[in-house]
């Protein structure tokens, strides 16, 4: 942790523990306090999940793991102006791929990526539920309407000049090209989010006889329903081929009983 994080910690921690006493689960805290954090920081940081995760008494996967579900948290820095253009439908009907195609051409980036300069961050998003303005799209989560390729050089422009009527973002750090996390992409090859690297067994998929999620993953890939050799899996048509399970109570049932 770094001397600036833990001056902002510290100056935040009231606030946090305020949002804390009005829940009856600590956990439920978790949202309001990664607010504050991205609204001090820009982005929630690795440093905020782990406050976090030490005030609440949860784990830090259990942080990240909510923070990733959300598309209105960033755990990279992101620019001063996140531009977020509306492709739903009612919106690609009137015209958002040439919207899209449009801004892409004038920012110089694409699909969540970040200008060089810092100052904007691009995304093409699911439907903004603002169907009868479209087209559409949000400026740091504030509405923008019936867009015309004449209204987003205003818009860029009065961004770049500072004249915007929406607040630009904190940037506590300078953004890099784009703000997808490594690990997202990395499911497929084993790749881990940080949060699981302090678990002991982050592939446990459950079953009983499969403490590495092998076998799950043969039912997955291979699509082999019969496990011919792994009677001990928890989904086993058989139940004769089960050595034991474990009942609720945590004592031990022999196969058949």
């Known amino acids: 942790m770094s001397d600036d ?3 902002l910690a510290s100056r935040l921690r009231p606030q946090c523990e305020a949002f804390v006493v009005q829940y009856e689960r600590p956990r439920s805290a978790l949202l309001p306090i990664m607010h504050l954090f991205q609204d001090a920081q820009g982005y929630v940081s690795q440093d905020a999940m782990q406050f976090a995760s030490d005030l609440l008494g949860i784990t830090a996967a259990e942080v990240e793991s909510t923070v990733s579900f959300y598309s209105l948290f960033f755990r990279k820095p992101v620019g001063k102006y996140m531009l977020q253009v509306c492709r739903g439908l009612m919106c690609e009907l009137r015209g958002a791929e ?4 449009y801004m ?4 110089g980036v694409g699909h969540l990526e970040t200008t060089e300069d810092g100052v904007f961050s691009y995304e093409e998003v ?10 559409c799209m949000q400026v740091n989560l504030e509405f923008a309407y019936d867009l015309t390729p004449s209204m987003i050089d205003d818009m860029l422009a009065s961004m770049r000049a500072g004249t915007y009527a929406v607040k630009p973002l904190v940037q506590s750090e300078k953004p890099g ?4 996390v490594k690990q997202d992409t990395e499911v497929g090859t084993g790749g881990k989010s940080p949060g699981t690297l302090t678990s002991s067994d982050p ?6 006889g499969d403490p590495s999620g092998i076998i799950m993953l043969d039912r997955i890939v291979l699509k082999d ?13 058989d139940a004769s081929g ?16």
């Open 126 to 135: 699911e439907c903004l539920a603002a169907c009868n303005r479209a087209t």
């Open 104 to 107: 892409r051409e004038r920012l």
């Open 5 to 7: 994080f833990a001056a």
């Open 225 to 237: 329903s019969s496990f011919t050799g792994r009677s001990r899996e928890r989904l086993v048509r």
């Open 177 to 180: 090209r784009s703000w997808k």
């Open 203 to 208: 592939n446990n998929a459950g079953g009983i």
């Open 98 to 101: 040439s919207i899209m195609a």
């Open 242 to 257: 089960v050595a034991e399970i474990v009942d609720e109570e945590g004592g031990v049932l022999r196969a058949g009983h």
